[in-house]
């Protein structure tokens, strides 16, 4: 479960998050709305642990596979090396099996900085994935990707993390991307 209480959360002398409530039960999928700069990502980043809250309540797995906003791999790596960074080799096969499911197996020996944007978040969301946390954290994570490679992309998610009773939050201004799930809506502004 992903739960935040009364979670407040300064970046200097600006309040980003004031009294912030959430909570996303497991196998369950919230999706966090709202303008930019009102404090998604920044509670997203409490619940995986990345930032501190300054008070209130932070429960959520030990474990939590993230697809932040930016990719986050190295260009200069393959794509192949850029998932096992993160996995034991026990996940190898699980991995290759995924980048066959997102239409990227061909392109597994390819450097990173040779793929389209698009290619690029799949390489993340598979990471995710494929490290297999007790919940995930998607930030924009469909960016860039064409409607067919969003469908696979979701069909994955719901089955390696909602399906297996995992909790799911998913950051996204876009109606397209939240329908992909059955998620609930929360709408949040000015961090409230």
């Known amino acids: 479960m992903f739960r935040l209480t009364d979670v407040s959360f300064s970046y200097d002398d600006k309040k980003v998050l004031s009294d912030f409530s959430l909570s996303v039960e497991n196998?369950?999928?919230?999706?966090?709305?709202?303008?930019?700069?009102?404090?998604?990502?920044?509670?997203?980043?409490?619940?995986?642990?990345?930032?501190?809250a300054d008070s209130g309540e932070v429960t959520s797995p030990e474990r939590i596979s993230v697809v932040f906003?930016?990719?986050?791999?190295?260009?200069?790596?393959?794509?192949?090396?850029?998932?096992?960074?993160?996995?034991?080799e026990k996940d190898y096969a699980f991995a290759e099996s995924l980048l066959k499911e997102v239409g990227l197996y061909e392109q597994r020996s390819k450097k990173v900085r040779e793929l389209s944007g698009g290619m690029k978040r799949?390489?993340?969301?598979?990471?995710?994935?494929?490290?297999?946390?007790?919940?995930?954290?998607?930030?924009?994570?469909?960016?860039?990707?064409?409607?067919?490679?969003?469908?696979?992309?979701?069909?994955?998610?719901?089955?390696?993390?909602?399906?297996?009773?995992?909790?799911?939050?998913?950051?996204?201004?876009?109606?397209?991307?939240?329908n992909l799930f059955d998620c609930k809506k929360i709408d949040m502004r000015n961090g409230e």
């Open 122 to 178: 799949r390489v993340s969301i598979v990471r995710a994935v494929a490290f297999g946390g007790e919940g995930l954290i998607l930030d924009e994570a469909f960016n860039g990707i064409d409607k067919d490679n969003k469908v696979i992309c979701a069909a994955i998610i719901k089955r390696e993390f909602i399906d297996k009773g995992k909790p799911v939050l998913m950051i996204s201004h876009s109606a397209e991307d939240i």
């Open 69 to 88: 906003q930016e990719d986050r791999l190295i260009e200069g790596f393959s794509v192949i090396k850029n998932i096992r960074l993160c996995l034991y």
């Open 27 to 52: 196998g369950e999928c919230a999706a966090l709305c709202g303008p930019s700069g009102c404090g998604k990502t920044t509670a997203a980043m409490i619940l995986a642990r990345l930032l501190k």
